[in-house]
């Protein structure tokens, strides 16, 4: 009796483990809550593990992908949050601005050209990008310490 006792209490234990460990590549909750400006779709944010593993894992199915980070001397980067991002399409007309609540941005562009910018502390970074039909960009901004 002890014996089955002891088994059906590690089979409920292997059953709780297996129902709690996410199957390999599928998507987590931890993916921020996609928001809309306009007619542009984005998320951001990417403050944790589990934000981050979950941004970088549905990167791919946006557009845009944008990165912000901080090089610091003698360690690897750091990443930043609290970048003001404006978007603007090839007419000038902005598309998209908004603060980045982490290091990623995530955006639903249509093809064409945008300027991208980036400013974080009174310095401004500006990137053109070429969005293809079903193509995926990813551009990194990079501030000194």
Do not use: C
Not at 36 to 54: K, N, P
Not at 111 to 139: C, D, L, M, Y
């Amino acid at each position: 009796m002890k014996r089955m006792a002891s088994t059906l209490v590690s089979m409920f234990a292997v059953v709780g483990i297996a129902a709690a460990v996410p199957a390999m590549g599928e998507p987590t909750n931890a993916l921020p809550r996609e928001q809309m400006q306009g007619t542009v779709a984005y998320l951001t944010g990417g403050i944790g593990l589990d934000e981050s593993s979950a941004i970088k894992q549905a990167a791919s199915q946006y557009p845009l992908e944008l990165e912000f980070v901080r090089k610091v001397a003698a360690a690897r980067d750091e990443y930043l949050s609290d970048v003001k991002v404006t978007i603007k399409d090839h007419a000038g007309k902005t598309v998209l601005e908004t603060v980045s609540g982490g290091p990623f941005l995530l955006a639903r562009l249509p093809a064409g050209q945008f300027t991208v910018s980036a400013e974080r502390g009174g310095e401004a970074k500006q990137r053109v990008v070429n969005i293809k039909p079903h193509g995926h960009e990813r551009v990194m901004f990079e501030w000194q310490q």
